[in-house]
T-cell receptor
Framework: EADIYQTPRYLVIGTGKKITLECSQT?????MYWYQQDPGMELHLIHY???????EKGDLSSESTVSRIRTEHFPLTLESARPSHTSQYLC???????????????FGPGTRLTVL | QQQVKQSPQSLIVQKGGISIINCAYE??????FPWYQQFPGKGPALLIA?????SEKKEGRFTISFNKSAKQFSLHIMDSQPGDSATYFC??????????????FGSGTQLTVLP
């Protein structure tokens, strides 16, 4: 089982609050990703990072921001939460293996965010 | 624009039956096609994956069939079990900036295997 952790697992918060979703991995992976997933729907990439001090926006536009100061840590921040941000947020990490450069992505359990 | 189209949206199969989920893609730059399995309350987990230089890959009861010319690939679950009940996502991958691979996911198939 992949060692990638997300906290909190569930968060209910009021509109306008600042929130940070935590993601940590202990596998030493260079590449990390944030996905947004509505219930029963596909995953959409919102941010990714290919190493410390690098971040890129994904396919889905998001008002969130990310940082990558340490290899193992990739937090996502919403400065002012709104009901439209209600969703599940999944963090993943990857690194080329010895036999493949296809960067299998390992996912955390997700944070289910509800903004009232 | 959905780059990976997945069907059906939901599937109900009797125990012991064969579950078949289909995906189609447009972007010829995709060069890696994984399938992920997701149980409620969990993140997706890699189930099986295939590269476009082979037409089939089998791991236990799970088989991917790949048709490069048609730009289609499918997941077959043989002898389906109630424990296979989950949401299955196909995905396609290509290299993005800095050698980070981006995964484009299908919309998911909710599989229910009846006992």
């Amino acid at each position: 089982e992949a060692d990638i952790y997300q906290t909190p697992r569930y968060l209910v918060i009021g509109t306008g609050k600042k929130i940070t979703l935590e993601c940590s991995q202990t596998m030493g992976h260079d590449k990390m990703y944030w996905y947004q997933q509505d219930p029963g729907m596909e995953l959409h990439l919102i941010h990714y990072s290919y190493g410390v001090n690098s971040t890129e926006k994904g396919d889905l536009s998001s008002e969130s921001t990310v940082s990558r100061i340490r290899t193992e840590h990739f937090p996502l921040t919403l400065e002012s939460a709104r009901p439209s941000h209600t969703s599940q947020y999944l963090c993943a990490s990857s690194d080329p293996t010895l036999y493949s450069n296809y960067n299998e992505q390992f996912f955390g359990p997700g944070t289910r965010l509800t903004v009232l | 624009q959905q780059q990976v189209k997945q069907s059906p949206q939901s599937l109900i199969v009797q125990k012991g039956g064969i579950s078949i989920i289909n995906c189609a893609y447009e972007n010829t730059a995709f060069d890696y096609f994984p399938w992920y399995q997701q149980f409620p309350g969990k993140g997706p987990a890699l189930l099986i994956a295939i590269r476009p230089d082979v037409s089939e890959k089998k791991e236990g009861r799970f088989t991917i069939s790949f048709n490069k010319s048609a730009k289609q690939f499918s997941l077959h679950i043989m002898d389906s079990q109630p424990g296979d009940s989950a949401t299955y996502f196909c995905a396609a991958s290509t290299i993005s900036s800095g050698s980070a691979r981006q995964l484009t996911f299908g919309s998911g198939t909710q599989l229910t295997v009846l006992p």
